[in-house]
């Protein structure tokens, strides 16, 4: 029998690329997924009926929508006992494109919905049997701080420090950890070539690189009693 089976697991952004590669691989061990999308309505609610989870939209930037969304989780899932928070932007913001609004639109997306959602699930979370878990993508190469991308690379730096307030703030009942892709999978659109380059150069072997690795680091957390990320 798969190991968590009459589990919940909550994949944002988990309609598409690597989101629908930690949605299926969680659903073949046996969780039921929820699974959430701001655009990609068709390929989250295909993706769901194919593993028999569920596709529900939400928007991280719209931090006045998560109780509700949170009292449907309740509704309609009746617990939660794994959290990624996979949804994120990765918008090229070079300096002088860095507007007031290009910069809160990074960061409502990466850190503050993702802060403010764990807190509207936390009451749900608590009450799961077994502990639950809440896990964050990072990005093993936003250290570099690169110039076109400093709004990203800062929003993920300070999800890793998220995580260790939220670890110190939340444990021992809610385990939480990160996992950090490298070059996983190039944006929409993006050059392949300049991304193969980019990713020989700046890739160091740090971090993991396809999809399916990241899919399988989040299993080993879901399945971790402790985890040090
Ligand atoms: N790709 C890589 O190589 C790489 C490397 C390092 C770290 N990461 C991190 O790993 C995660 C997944 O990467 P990815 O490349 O698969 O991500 P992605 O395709 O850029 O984004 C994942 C999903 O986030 C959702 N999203 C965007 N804005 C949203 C909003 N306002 N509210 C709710 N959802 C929103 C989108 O959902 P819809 O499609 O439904 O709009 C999108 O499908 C991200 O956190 C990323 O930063 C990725």
């Known amino acids: 029998m798969p190991e968590a089976r009459g589990k919940v697991a909550l994949v944002t952004g988990g309609s598409r690329r690597i989101g629908a590669a930690i949605s299926r691989a969680l659903a073949k061990a046996g969780y039921t997924v929820v699974l959430t999308y701001r655009t990609s309505s068709r390929e989250g609610r295909s993706l769901a009926a194919r593993i028999g989870g569920s596709a529900v939209p939400l928007d991280l930037s719209r931090p006045s929508t998560f109780d509700r969304f949170a009292a449907r989780m309740g509704r309609e899932s009746g617990r939660l006992d794994l959290l990624v928070h996979n949804a994120g932007v990765f918008p090229r913001t070079p300096i002088d494109a860095a507007t007031p609004a290009a910069w809160d639109a990074v960061f409502a997306v990466n850190l503050r919905g993702p802060f403010l959602l764990t807190r509207a699930l936390l009451p749900l979370l608590r009450e799961s049997p077994g ?43 809610v385990r939480v950890g ?28 740090r971090g993991i690189g396809t999809p399916e690795g990241v899919a399988r680091a989040v299993l080993r957390f879901a399945r971790a009693r402790q985890y040090n990320s």
């Open 131 to 173: 502990g639950a878990g809440v896990l964050f993508l990072g990005d093993a190469c936003a250290g570099e701080l690169w110039p076109g991308y400093l709004p990203y690379c800062l929003s993920k730096l300070a999800v890793e420090r998220l995580a260790e307030g939220l670890r110190k703030t939340l444990s021992p009942g």
């Open 178 to 205: 990160v996992v950090r892709p490298a070059f996983a999978l190039p944006p929409d659109r993006f050059p392949e070539e300049r991304w193969e380059r980019l990713r020989a150069k700046k890739r160091r072997g």
